[in-house]
């Protein structure tokens, strides 16, 4: 182990786990999570930095670790492996180096200050990591030596950083430790947030205007086609021919024997031939005493059943056995669907001991006779056929087309449907058939000049593919997209309808009338600012709570018009369990806040006071080779 280069601070902790210097925090990204997919390697060459601040430099290496670390940590937000050059336009390596530089005047300070820590801290942080420990358990020079190795790290360099991490954090933590929220602060973000308000609330709906809205007119449906005429547009296509040999298309005609069907009902005769069943819950004892006495206090009044569950530990939860059949119950079956309505019996017995059991609900006998069942079998026994019988064709339809058949020469001689239709991942109009997932990858992929290729359906099916030539966007005409047209039309009309009647309703309830007396309002809890109204935007509650008492709003969303009127407000209250809840978060987070902070402003006034410089060539270039 590398000797410290600064004086020892032998009443520094022994562990630390605030220190966040890249380094530690790269490697034990490395160990526990891999650096998937991207290669560790040292950056050679004449180049040892890509900048500095004060003494204390930041190495290439730093840099590229910590970016490959970082790069990892966002891939698995996304669920996928992001490039360099992905990771670097959600500005990630702008992070990455405001991280460094913040490190690196904390470092520079420490180092001025004269701020280390000892070997012996410093072995005692070894110690607890287990990525070094052997297999007894302890730390082990060999492993960690290998560990390091691994990763392209040397001791010295290694605890070099994790030197600078833990006097980092005794830095960080004198800075901004002791920092507690101001109680005017705690008070007025408290009252703030903790403030409730009653409202009442009139939702103008279509139902309740004065007169009904008339029907959109061919010339108003003509007029706003035109001046929308984007919302109508088709956007580029790609022309795609396809031949598809699809179970629906050929089930129909596959012929399924009776005797075949009977045998396919008596294979699934337990979903045609259901059992009286009963709902129950099995509470078990450990003896048939403890049983029995349970069984007395529930009969004599003096317990629930919900309380003996509640007295052995238990959820009903967890003693929910479910609908049961009569057999399934065992020796207590009897005695359960003797119950003529939901009630307890017991003790009996069970595989858990003695046991009480409440029967909660009967169900009822069900039977569907093979004559009943018949049509779906079919239906299922012939999808079953289609399937395997386009399967056998599969590998003739591939050679076929290997061999220069066209996609019209197999539905000729295959029973293949040919269709010829317009695909655009955007349009809400493509063939059905492309909703299937093979197929929209397949239709997504093509290109002019491909050679046609089979895709297998979800349902079992298969489909040939060809691109013909692409669409440009063009307007769909209007007597294809009327109806949708007529809908904004009307649509608009019923908001603009519906804002008038608001504007005339807000007018009478300033004039004196009340809300109530313009329709059927709805009176409501106080909220708070958290709350939220079912069946409104957000920016209602947000209205509600820059109201003064007694004032009235009009609030209008996409489909949602309606007035709001505060009632009443109820101010924090700091004595219920809630409201200490809250003011405890409230203290908690916001001297986390006032620290970050306070460290950001120390950062930030060390690096000035140090100096900076950045050699962005260098940078350039590590950010080069990571995207190699």
Same mark, same amino acid.
Request: no cysteine; glycine share 8%; aromatic share 4%.
């Given at each position: 182990?590398?000797?410290?280069?600064?004086?020892?601070?032998?009443?520094?902790?022994?562990?630390?786990? @605030?220190?966040?210097?890249?380094?530690? *925090?790269?490697?034990?990204?490395?160990?526990?999570?891999?650096?998937?997919?991207?290669?560790?390697? $040292?950056?050679?060459?004449?180049?040892?930095?890509?900048?500095?601040?004060?003494?204390?430099?930041?190495?290439?290496?730093?840099?590229?670790?910590?970016?490959?670390?970082? !790069?990892?940590? *966002?891939?698995?937000?996304?669920?996928?492996?992001?490039?360099?050059?992905?990771?670097?336009?959600?500005?990630?390596?702008? %992070?990455?180096?405001?991280?460094?530089?913040?490190?690196?005047?904390?470092? $520079?300070?420490?180092?001025?200050?004269?701020?280390?820590?000892?070997?012996?801290?410093?072995?005692?942080?070894?110690?607890?990591?287990?990525?070094?420990?052997?297999?007894?358990?302890?730390?082990?020079?060999?492993?960690?030596?290998?560990?390091?190795?691994? $990763?392209?790290?040397?001791?010295?360099?290694?605890?070099?950083?994790?030197?600078?991490?833990?006097?980092?954090?005794?830095?960080?933590?004198?800075?901004?430790?002791?920092v507690v929220t101001p109680k005017p602060l705690t008070d007025a973000i408290f009252a703030w947030a903790g403030e409730k308000r009653g409202y009442?609330?009139?939702?103008?709906?279509?139902?309740?205007?004065?007169?009904?809205?008339?029907?959109?007119?061919?010339?108003?449906?003509?007029?706003?086609?035109?001046?929308?005429?984007?919302?109508?547009?088709?956007?580029?296509?790609?022309?795609?021919?396809?031949?598809?040999?699809?179970?629906?298309?050929?089930?129909?005609?596959?012929?399924?024997?009776?005797?075949?069907?009977?045998?396919?009902?008596?294979?699934? =005769?337990?979903?045609?031939? /259901?059992?009286?069943?009963?709902?129950?819950?099995?509470?078990?004892?450990?003896?048939?005493?403890?049983?029995?006495?349970?069984?007395?206090?529930?009969?004599?009044?003096?317990?629930?059943?919900?309380?003996?569950?509640?007295?052995?530990?238990?959820?009903?939860?967890?003693? +929910?056995?479910?609908?049961?059949?009569?057999?399934?119950?065992?020796?207590?079956?009897?005695?359960?669907?003797?119950?003529?309505?939901?009630?307890?019996?017991?003790?009996?017995?069970?595989?858990?001991?003695? &046991?009480?059991?409440?029967? $909660?609900?009967?169900?009822? !006998?069900?039977? @569907?006779?093979?004559?009943?069942?018949?049509?779906?079998?079919?239906?299922?026994?012939?999808?079953?056929?289609?399937?395997?019988?386009?399967?056998?064709?599969?590998?003739?339809?591939? +050679?076929?087309?290997?061999?220069?058949?066209?996609?019209?020469?197999?539905?000729?001689?295959?029973?293949?449907?040919?269709?010829?239709?317009?695909?655009?991942?955007?349009?809400?109009?493509?063939?059905?058939?492309?909703?299937?997932?093979?197929?929209?990858?397949?239709?997504?992929?093509?290109?002019?000049?491909?050679?046609?290729?089979?895709?297998?359906?979800?349902?079992?099916?298969?489909?040939?593919?060809?691109? +013909?030539?692409?669409?440009?966007? !063009?307007?769909?005409?209007?007597? =294809?997209?009327?109806? =949708?047209?007529?809908?904004?039309?009307?649509?608009?009309?019923?908001?603009?309808?519906?804002?008038?009647?608001?504007?005339?309703?807000?007018?009478?309830?300033?004039?004196?009338?009340?809300?109530?007396?313009?329709?059927?309002?709805?009176?409501?809890?106080?909220?708070?600012?958290?709350?939220? /109204?079912?069946?409104?935007?957000?920016?209602?509650?947000?209205?509600?709570? %820059?109201? !003064?008492?007694?004032?009235?709003?009009?609030?209008?969303?996409?489909?949602?018009?309606?007035?709001?009127?505060?009632?009443?407000?109820?101010?924090?209250?700091? &004595?219920?369990?809630?409201?200490?809840?809250?003011?405890?978060?409230?203290?908690?987070?916001?001297? @986390?806040?006032?620290?970050?902070?306070?460290?950001?402003?120390?950062?930030?006034?060390?690096?000035?006071?140090?100096?900076?410089?950045?050699?962005?060539?260098?940078?350039?270039?590590?950010?080069?080779? *990571?995207?190699?």
């Open positions: 182990m590398a000797k410290a280069a600064k004086h020892d601070d032998d009443e520094a902790p022994k562990k630390s786990k @605030k220190g966040n210097h890249v380094l530690s *925090l790269v490697l034990l990204a490395m160990i526990v999570g891999g650096l998937g997919g991207y290669g560790v390697t $040292n950056f050679g060459g004449g180049v040892t930095k890509i900048g500095s601040v004060g003494d204390r430099e930041i190495t290439v290496n730093e840099y590229a670790r910590t970016m490959r670390a970082e !790069a990892n940590q *966002l891939s698995k937000q996304f669920g996928t492996q992001l490039t360099m050059e992905q990771v670097r336009a959600f500005g990630l390596d702008q %992070k990455v180096l405001q991280t460094l530089v913040s490190g690196a005047a904390l470092d $520079n300070e420490a180092d001025r200050i004269g701020l280390s820590v000892g070997d012996d801290v410093l072995k005692s942080q070894l110690s607890t990591n287990q990525a070094f420990q052997g297999v007894s358990g302890a730390f082990d020079p060999q492993t960690y030596r290998d560990v390091l190795q691994r $990763n392209n790290l040397t001791e010295s360099e290694y605890e070099k950083g994790l030197r600078s991490d833990m006097a980092r954090s005794l830095l960080q933590g004198a800075v901004t430790g002791g009442t609330l009139l939702r103008l709906t279509e139902a309740g205007l004065p007169t009904p809205l008339p029907a959109p007119t061919e010339a108003e449906i003509k007029a706003w086609y035109d001046a929308h005429l984007t919302d109508y547009t088709r956007p580029e296509a790609k022309r795609i021919t396809y031949a598809a040999l699809l179970p629906k298309d050929i089930a129909g005609k596959i012929t399924i024997s009776d005797d075949d069907l009977k045998k396919a009902y008596e294979a699934k =005769k337990d979903e045609y031939v /259901v059992p009286e069943k009963r709902l129950v819950e099995r509470l078990a004892f450990a003896t048939e005493e403890e049983a029995k006495a349970a069984k007395d206090r529930l009969d004599k009044g003096e317990a629930t059943f919900e309380g003996l569950v509640a007295d052995r530990k238990l959820q009903l939860t967890d003693v +929910d056995i479910g609908d049961v059949s009569k057999t399934e119950l065992g020796a207590a079956g009897d005695a359960v669907f003797g119950l003529a309505e939901p009630g307890v019996v017991g003790p009996l017995p069970s595989a858990l001991g003695p &046991a009480l059991f409440r029967m $909660n609900g009967i169900l009822a !006998a069900q039977e @569907k006779t093979f004559d009943q069942a018949k049509a779906e079998l079919l239906t299922a026994a012939q999808e079953t056929a289609a399937r395997k019988e386009i399967s056998a064709k599969s590998e003739a339809i591939d +050679d076929a087309l290997a061999g220069g058949a066209t996609l019209q020469d197999l539905a000729k001689e295959q029973g293949m449907v040919l269709v010829t239709t317009d695909y655009a991942p955007a349009a809400d109009d493509n063939d059905p058939l492309t909703q299937d997932a093979a197929v929209q990858a397949a239709a997504d992929k093509l290109a002019e000049g491909d050679f046609a290729e089979t895709v297998a359906t979800a349902d079992g099916g298969i489909v040939a593919l060809q691109m +013909d030539e692409m669409v440009p966007a !063009a307007p769909r005409p209007l007597d =294809k997209v009327k109806d =949708k047209v007529a809908a904004a039309v009307r649509s608009d009309a019923l908001a603009k309808a519906l804002a008038t009647r608001g504007d005339a309703v807000l007018a009478a309830v300033k004039g004196g009338a009340s809300l109530a007396s313009q329709g059927i309002a709805e009176r409501s809890a106080p909220i708070d600012r958290q709350g939220t /109204v079912e069946g409104a935007p957000p920016a209602l509650v947000e209205t509600l709570f %820059k109201l !003064a008492p007694g004032e009235v709003q009009l609030v209008q969303d996409k489909d949602f018009v309606a007035l709001i009127q505060l009632n009443d407000v109820v101010a924090a209250d700091p &004595a219920g369990q809630d409201g200490k809840a809250l003011q405890e978060a409230i203290q908690i987070n916001a001297a @986390k806040a006032i620290s970050a902070d306070i460290l950001a402003l120390y950062t930030q006034s060390l690096t000035t006071e140090a100096g900076i410089t950045l050699d962005q060539s260098a940078i350039n270039a590590v950010n080069s080779q *990571l995207g190699n």
